[in-house]
């Protein structure tokens, strides 16, 4: 797979990406925000993080599920239950 391609999908909207699956609340506003709430995944209320400008794309992880969270790739493979070539096909 095309490097760029992984670069690319990894540089999606992270915030655009997760908010249909679970409701956010910003809850710090330094480095760009982080965001809050409901896991998607395991239903924890307030396990679900969000840092959408952090490593280059952004970063979600949980305090309850494993793997804890990962980039846009990763919750994409989660969500969907696909490959990372599928995931990364479905951000582009």
Known sequence: MDQGAITAARGCDLLQLIEPDTSLTRVAGTH????????P??????????????GGGGKW???HCQPR????????????????????????
């Open 32 to 39: 760009g925000g982080e965001w809050a709430g409901p896991c």
């Open 41 to 54: 995944f395991c239903g924890g209320r307030d396990r679900f993080h969000v840092n959408p400008y952090r």
């Open 61 to 63: 992880y949980c305090r």
């Open 69 to 92: 969270g990962g980039d846009a790739i990763d919750y994409v493979q989660r969500r969907e239950r696909c490959a990372f070539t599928a995931a990364v096909a479905y951000l582009l």
